[in-house]
């Protein structure tokens, strides 16, 4: 059977509309069963070691990363080479070299690998999800999400690529041909973060060279795996040597090296505030040598509000926060992990919230419960914290701690927190957990100002009959990502374009139509024609 690739020309990609690719029912016995399959499969590869791949060669080194499963933390999923700062300068020969023809590679080739490896991924969808399920504990719809959001993106930024390559001046002059040509920026530092380790992952790295640009791939050390997984595919798909240099690495040593190095163009980061904040500013500062201002594009955290006013439909509210503050463990920048409640209602609410919260299962998301594991250890320790500092700071409803008959996975209960101040601790800072606080609100007014009073800007929704507040909200509340009567997690590429204000980032708009500019530079030509 030909693939998609191979029916459709790159040249005729902007004559298909994008379509989003549809996520698996799991409901249906086929696809449940093609599931256990990829997971009996999956697990009998667990274990294996990774090279670093530079240039296109395999390197082993002696300190080594080991990816674990969050569920079970005795079972190694990959073992990794663990690239030092003595890497950073053959991963930067081996991208600028590879630069030099890359970057003047027609606009098909550049095209034809997104689609190709797009192709290779739905035909082992499956297969990726187990990855997954394994190497970050999701469960098997979240996992599916993360996958199909992948190919979304190879797909959607084909087509951008294209769109782009199209570009013409608003005007042409008398007596000339004006031309606007996007052209790519140069080697660039991809730092993905581990709870969308294959859609960002994929991502950002896509973007960057559908553009002409060579990267320098760090994934997170929590989920090194399956970057291995996507660069395999993008080898398989025909990447050529060095447009993708595969290096798992600690930040504080390779990280902040290649960061610093004065050939990188630019950086692409997603995760934690105060990473982004040292990485923009370690990127600020010129080296000797270099010629460029250093482009970051940093999506960072959140403390994502969704107000719930006196005339909402309290059932689908009720709904719509417990999907978006306990999907994947609340490990999501996106996570509802504040719930701002009208005094009218809240009594209501919070009743039925608890009752549908005790309602989520945990545990092992091979099984496919409802919520399995957060990260690592670390993480679990710190969210407990956060949840005994709360327990201080509002009336714990429900949840309030580790699962005790989980056996060694970082399993925590659902913990809702009511009756919580505007200011406290749990209220501004982002936990990045399975923890929600319930705030009560005097009125709407109240409502907006606290759902506005913390530093980031990511994502909110609000839950009203009233047209007048919804137009309100979509004037006054101050994030990236809104959404009216539905949860607030769950971005769509092309529907959604997704990036945050403040300290939420550089509100970049992953899978919008200015996304690849952020990768480009244009070069404006006037030629006077005879």
């Known amino acids: 059977m030909a693939t998609f690739a191979e029916t459709i020309s790159p040249a005729d990609?902007?004559?298909?509309?994008?379509?989003?690719?549809?996520?698996?029912?799991?409901?249906?016995?086929?696809?449940?069963?093609?599931?256990?399959?990829?997971?009996?499969?999956?697990?009998?590869?667990?274990?294996?070691?990774?090279?670093?791949?530079?240039?296109?060669?395999?390197?082993?080194?002696?300190?080594?990363?080991?990816?674990?499963?969050?569920?079970?933390?005795?079972?190694?999923?990959?073992?990794?080479?663990k690239a030092g700062p003595e890497h950073v300068e053959p991963a930067m020969k081996a991208a600028l070299a590879a630069f030099e023809t890359w970057r003047n590679a027609p606009i098909e080739?550049?095209?034809?690998?997104?689609?190709?490896?797009?192709?290779?991924?739905?035909?082992?969808?499956?297969?990726?999800?187990?990855?997954?399920?394994?190497?970050v504990g999701k469960n098997w719809a979240e996992a599916d999400g993360d996958i199909a959001e992948t190919i979304d993106f190879l797909e959607f930024y084909a087509r951008e690529a294209m769109r782009l390559s199209?570009?013409?001046?608003?005007?042409?002059?008398?007596?000339?041909?004006?031309?606007?040509?996007?052209i790519p920026l140069g080697v660039g530092a991809v730092i993905p973060p581990w709870n969308f380790p294959c859609a960002i992952m994929a991502g950002m790295t896509a973007a960057s060279i559908v553009c002409g640009n060579t990267v320098i791939l760090k994934p997170s050390s929590d989920s090194p795996t399956i970057a291995a997984k996507f660069v395999e595919?993008?080898?398989?798909?025909?990447?050529?040597?060095?447009?993708?240099?595969?290096?798992?690495?600690?930040?504080?040593?390779?990280?902040?090296?290649?960061?610093?190095?004065?050939?990188?163009?630019?950086?692409?980061?997603?995760?934690?505030?105060?990473?982004g904040l040292d990485i923009h500013a370690r990127a600020a500062?010129?080296?000797?040598?270099?010629?460029?201002?250093?482009?970051?594009?940093?999506?960072?955290?959140?403390?994502?509000?969704?107000?719930?006013?006196?005339?909402?439909?309290?059932?689908?509210?009720?709904?719509?926060?417990?999907?978006?503050?306990?999907?994947?463990s609340g490990q999501k920048c996106s996570a509802c992990s504040r719930a701002i409640v009208d005094e009218k209602i809240y009594d209501v609410f919070v009743a039925r919230l608890k009752e549908r919260v005790n309602k989520i299962s945990v545990g092992d998301p091979a099984e496919n419960k409802a919520m399995g594991p957060v990260v690592n250890e670390s993480a679990m320790k710190s969210i407990l914290g956060y949840i005994e500092a709360g327990k201080k700071e509002g009336r714990l409803l429900t949840g309030g701690g580790r699962v005790?008959?989980?056996?060694?996975?970082?399993?925590?209960?659902?913990?809702?927190?009511?009756?919580v101040p505007p200011n406290a601790k749990i209220s501004l800072e982002e936990i990045f957990g399975p923890v929600l606080a319930v705030i009560k609100s005097k009125d709407f007014n109240d409502a907006m100002a606290i759902a506005n009073n913390t530093e980031f800007g990511l994502t909110g929704a609000i839950y009203t009959s009233?047209?007048?507040?919804?137009?309100?909200?979509?004037?006054?509340?101050?994030?990236?990502?809104?959404?009216?009567?539905r949860k607030c997690t769950g971005a769509m590429v092309g529907a959604?374009?997704?990036?945050?204000?403040?300290?939420?980032?550089?509100?970049?708009?992953?899978?919008?139509?200015?996304?690849?500019?952020?990768?480009?530079?244009?070069?404006?030509?006037?030629?006077k024609v005879s």
């Open 109 to 135: 080739e550049r095209v034809g690998l997104l689609l190709r490896a797009s192709e290779i991924i739905k035909q082992r969808r499956f297969e990726f999800n187990a990855w997954l399920v394994f190497e």
């Open 466 to 485: 009233s047209p007048e507040k919804i137009e309100r909200a979509k004037r006054d509340f101050h994030v990236g990502n809104l959404y009216i009567n």
């Open 13 to 81: 990609l902007l004559k298909t509309p994008f379509r989003n690719e549809p996520f698996i029912d799991f409901s249906k016995d086929s696809n449940a069963r093609a599931m256990r399959s990829a997971l009996a499969k999956v697990r009998s590869e667990l274990g294996r070691e990774y090279d670093l791949v530079i240039g296109g060669g395999l390197v082993k080194t002696e300190g080594k990363i080991k990816s674990v499963n969050p569920a079970k933390p005795s079972e190694v999923v990959g073992i990794h080479q």
């Open 496 to 527: 959604h374009p997704f990036g945050g204000f403040n300290m939420s980032g550089t509100d970049s708009k992953a899978g919008g139509p200015d996304y690849l500019y952020l990768y480009t530079q244009a070069k404006s030509i006037g030629e």
């Open 233 to 275: 595919v993008l080898q398989e798909a025909g990447m050529p040597d060095g447009v993708v240099n595969f290096c798992p690495g600690s930040g504080a040593t390779f990280g902040n090296a290649v960061v610093e190095h004065p050939k990188t163009r630019f950086v692409a980061f997603t995760g934690s505030k105060e990473v």
């Open 285 to 328: 500062q010129p080296r000797k040598g270099q010629i460029w201002i250093k482009r970051t594009i940093l999506e960072m955290g959140g403390k994502d509000s969704i107000i719930v006013d006196a005339d909402a439909n309290v059932d689908a509210a009720v709904e719509g926060v417990a999907q978006s503050a306990f999907g994947f």
């Open 166 to 182: 199209g570009a013409e001046t608003p005007v042409q002059l008398p007596g000339e041909h004006d031309q606007l040509r996007y």
């Open 404 to 419: 005790s008959d989980a056996g060694n996975g970082y399993y925590i209960e659902p913990t809702v927190i009511s009756d």
